[in-house]
């Protein structure tokens, strides 16, 4: 099932997942809330978008000691920490501004490490959000002043070079600035 599909160029497994595929509206008195793209029967959120305020999208982050601590350290009853997909979703119902959503992001204490990608609503409000357990780690935010108008986040942390044999950095940023901003 996680096989390469040579003859669509796809992983199988996206292709089974593909049909459970949905967006989905979040309304309140009528009116839409926010919006997530997620899978039938998933109650976080891995991305989505509240109109006219925040885009948000969650990565995994490998570490060595992952989201298998914090999960752990959940089961036995330490429940002081967010699950990164349930945060992702509060903060898309409850969000007033990109700033607001972005300090909860990098200080909200999480069951496990995990890369934000935040989105705002003004030029430059732009941000990839690299989470340990309990604190960010290297923000990487659009950077105006010289003329970047993205930020690119491939799952690997930006401050280090990516792993040679999977560099998708290089030729994403290579995409991106044969882009235009419009």
């Known amino acids: 099932m996680l096989r390469w599909d040579v003859a669509n160029n796809t992983w199988a497994l996206s292709e089974a997942l593909r049909p459970l595929i949905l967006n989905f509206n979040f309304q309140r008195s009528g009116k839409t809330v926010y919006v997530i793209t997620g899978f039938t029967g998933f109650i976080g959120a891995i991305t989505g978008m509240k109109p006219g305020v925040i885009t948000l999208t969650m990565n995994e982050r490998f570490v060595p000691d992952g ?71 290297y923000p990487m935010s659009m950077d105006q002043a010289k003329g970047g108008w993205y930020v690119l986040q491939t799952n690997y942390d930006h401050w280090k070079a990516p792993l040679i044999i999977d560099d998708r950095r290089t030729p994403g940023k290579a995409c991106m600035d044969q882009m235009t901003q419009t």
Not at 73 to 90: I, K, M, P, S, Y
Not at 109 to 121: D, E, H, M, V
Not at 129 to 137: E, F
């Open 67 to 137: 989201g298998f601590v914090g999960l752990i350290e959940w089961l036995v009853g330490e429940r002081d920490a967010h699950w990164v997909t349930f945060l992702a979703r509060d903060l898309l119902d409850t969000a007033t501004s990109f700033d607001m959503a972005s300090n909860a992001l990098s200080k909200t204490k999480i069951l496990a490490p995990c890369y934000y990608i935040l989105g705002g609503n003004s030029s430059g409000q732009g941000i990839v959000i690299t989470r340990g357990r309990t604190k960010s780690l």
